[in-house]
């Protein structure tokens, strides 16, 4: 059996890369919060705004430790 291990350095090396998407994911989903009209699968990926705080949140959390 197989066990991945969670590698920080990954993560720091991409750092400011997860923060623009996940930036643009909660911007995304203002939008819709607001009431702006968009295409279907517009609306479908601003669905995924709390997975960009949640991104937010541990990569911002990262930099600080």
């Known amino acids: 059996m197989s066990v991945s291990r969670f590698c920080v350095q990954e993560i720091s090396h991409y750092r400011t890369k997860l923060m623009g998407v996940a930036t ?8 819709v919060a607001n009431g702006v009209v968009m ?17 937010f949140l541990l990569v911002s959390g990262l930099g600080l430790w």
């Not at 295409?39 to 991104?55: F, R």
């Open 24 to 31: 643009l994911l909660v911007i995304l989903g203002l939008f």
């Open 39 to 55: 295409p279907g699968w517009m609306e479908s990926l601003c669905g995924l705004a709390s997975v960009g705080v949640d991104i």
